[in-house]
């Protein structure tokens, strides 16, 4: 039978000078229902200080002004209960089913008060309410000594400021605010926050933890996305092509087994191998997925101690969580490459400097900064380098191999293939205008676009017209900005809506918006002039779009 503990729970208080001492007490207090001899499946408090992730969460608490620690010292996990299942209980040493779970408050709730709060008589709605306005979210800490953290999470605010190299402030946005649900004592809460979890070597390596992550984001934004644990992904990736002779201990996926876990999970992936010299739209690319839908695009890695030499055994997987806000930068210039002839655009996304990401080896919400490599011309490198040094080659490089995007079943048109289409389509709007136009792009879904046309300045019949439209659920939304030169950005001077849920020889534009700026006139001119002078294909293409330039 379980031991259980005398007390359910430790309460600790901390301020932003103890709290990394306080949290390394709570996570050392492992309660007095633990049997001497299974003591040392658990971690202890001088090797958790070796992991980065220790630094992050205490970095990550002290943002959040953590005040209180409550330790809860008998707590089932769902995810490390099924990875107990399938690889720790056939295991010799004694690994305990149940692990800890460590709450986060932003205020000094006290022992003898919580104690008396959780036995008092009050109402079920006013102890959700008062406990709801401070917390911050929770870590569940498993009872294995080289993969102590478990499933983690945590409150989000609006916009994370970080420093970049110069000392000055960073804004990020984290598109998806996943709602998390935690039963505290009987005790109903509510976040809106950021999921994350650390590998299990029994379970499920670094792109399995990706995988697990990808998954949680995932099922927020398209909703019909199944969530699998850390030794679940590993079962559903694993292929006997890489690795004919056992599944566990897991010794992680390739990127053919990532889509395929991907699959099993009611998602479809596109994936992009990443060329330095060729594929320079790389931050477009993921900016492009993440800035409105926040899809968490898995960026597969290798390291590198300089640029010619490769580590071995060096693979890793994450996942970008968030861009950098644009409102900052200045405009992106105009990609030349003398090596091809192929008419590059000019993205918007381009600009972003840093991303987000999650890392297993890291922690939440690690800044990744682009490098721009000066000796072999490469306008946009698709490498990449954590600034705080935490990896183990501190003065290499992270290059980006290849990405992989999560996908709803229905999007099947792809960021390369609009940008084709823009590419053929772009002249049409430009008339006798020298100047390239700066082209924001992303994809959005169907409320998104009613939501923008309400706030437009259209006409209310126009208006009418549009929002009582059948749309397609996904839209490739793709804005034209002119540069100026008194403001870094300006409103879009048109905008194109493509639809992404078609296939790649019957894309089809949605609607097309022309912006009230003073090229209003001239650019649907421009436009009339071209499709009147083009053939049956590019006609049917505006065919629909049509209708909101005549209304």
């Known amino acids: 039978m379980q031991n259980l503990p005398k007390t359910p729970f430790l309460y600790y208080e901390t301020t932003s000078d103890s709290i990394r001492d306080q949290l390394l007490t709570a ?72 692990t800890r779970r460590l709450h986060f408050f932003n205020e000094k709730i006290g022992q003898d008060f919580l104690e008396d709060f959780l036995h008092s008589d009050s109402s079920s709605e006013k102890k959700d309410l008062d406990f709801n306005d401070y917390y911050l979210g929770f870590c569940v800490l498993r009872p294995l000594p080289n993969a102590y953290l478990g499933r983690t999470c945590l409150k989000l605010t609006d916009d994370l400021l970080l420093k970049d190299n110069s000392n000055q402030d960073q804004k990020f946005s984290i598109p998806i605010k996943k709602p998390i649900y935690v039963n505290f004592f009987g005790i109903k809460l509510t976040l809106l926050g950021s999921i994350f979890i650390t590998q299990d070597s029994g379970a499920g390596l670094c792109a399995s933890a990706a995988v697990w992550m990808a998954l949680h984001i995932s099922q927020e934004i398209y909703k019909n996305v199944i969530t699998a644990s850390l030794s679940e992904i590993t079962i559903n990736g694993f292929s006997e092509y890489y690795y004919p002779t056992r599944i566990f201990p897991a010794r992680g996926l390739y990127e053919t087994e990532i889509i395929k876990a991907l699959n099993e999970s009611n998602l479809l992936a596109a994936h992009i191998q990443t060329d330095l010299k060729d594929f320079y739209n790389t931050p477009a690319f993921i900016y492009a997925y993440n800035k409105y839908l926040g899809i968490p695009c898995i960026l597969c890695l290798n390291f590198y101690k300089s640029f010619e030499e490769e580590v071995s055994n060096s693979r890793h997987a994450i996942i970008v969580t968030g861009c950098q806000d644009l409102s900052s930068l200045s405009l992106p210039e105009m990609v030349e490459t003398e090596s091809q002839e192929e008419k590059y655009l000019s993205l918007l996304g381009n600009a972003i400097e840093s991303f987000l990401v999650h890392d297993d080896d890291l922690g939440m919400f690690i800044k990744l900064e682009r490098m721009k490599d000066e000796e072999t011309k490469i306008r946009y490198a698709s490498k990449f380098y954590v600034p705080n040094g935490h990896y183990e080659y501190k003065d290499g490089y992270i290059n980006l191999e290849s990405i992989i995007i999560p996908l709803n079943k229905l999007i099947r048109v792809d960021f390369k293939e609009i940008l084709n289409l823009i590419k053929q389509i772009e002249d049409f709007f430009k008339g006798s205008r020298k100047n390239k136009y700066i082209w924001d792009v992303f994809l959005i879904d169907i409320a998104k676009y009613r939501q923008d046309l309400l706030k437009s300045s259209l006409n209310n019949k126009s208006k009418q017209t549009l929002l009582t439209k059948n749309g397609p659920r996904f839209l490739w939304q793709c804005s034209a900005l002119l540069p100026d030169e008194k403001t870094r950005l300006k409103l879009p001077i048109f905008t194109i809506y493509f639809d992404a ?24 001119d421009n436009l009339k002039n071209s499709i009147d002078q083009s053939d049956e294909k590019i006609k049917n293409i505006f065919e629909n779009a049509l209708v909101t330039l005549k209304s």
Do not use: A, M, W
């Open 27 to 98: 996570i050392g207090d492992k309660g007095d229902h633990i049997h001497e001899k299974e003591k040392y499946n658990f971690i202890t408090k001088e090797k958790v200080k070796e992991y980065p992730t220790f630094d992050n969460l205490v970095e990550q608490l002290d943002r959040l002004s953590c005040k209180s620690i409550v330790n809860e010292l008998c707590y089932i996990d769902d995810d490390f209960l099924t990875d107990f299942g399938h690889s720790h209980v056939v295991s010799f040493p004694h690994v305990q089913k149940t």
């Open 501 to 524: 849920t078609g296939f790649s020889d019957l894309i089809s534009i949605y609607t097309i918006l022309i912006h009230k700026t003073k090229h209003h006139s001239e650019i649907i």
